[in-house]
């Protein structure tokens, strides 16, 4: 009996211990990030298109679970930012899908290419958390 109970406190310590390690954050580079825009940047920005985003969850969550993925799948593409973004609860077609995460937005690559500040020009600046990421625009 003092084997198992050994033995389950010991399971218990280990799974706590991993827990730990898993949701430890990650050492992100100062460039890590990228600027997104709710709407477009001023019009002394210019830019081209770089890829369409799209990414939602298959069930329940937080946009948290996805913004992530977008920002790297960004990045991976070689822009600059990205402007249109929606991160939002939207509804699904089957009940176990009711309400699910989704991020939307377009991929741009400043042109001709410099370092833009993000806050000047209106954009929020993220490394992949909701907590980065621009409000939702106000529903008027």
Known sequence: MRQKLT???VFFCASQLCN????????QSPKSGICLFTGTPP??????????LDYGKGSYGSVNDILPELVKDAKAAGADAVI??????????????????????TAIKWSPARDVDCASAGGHYTT?????????????
């Open 7 to 9: 033995a389950v406190i």
């Open 20 to 27: 730990a390690q898993a949701a430890a954050p990650e050492q």
């Open 43 to 52: 019009a002394e920005f210019t830019y081209t298109t770089v890829k369409e």
């Open 84 to 105: 249109h973004y929606n991160g939002a609860q939207h509804f699904g077609f089957w009940p176990w899908r009711l309400v699910r995460p989704v991020a939307t937005g």
């Open 128 to 140: 992949g958390t909701l907590e980065e990421a621009p409000p939702p625009p106000s529903a008027k």
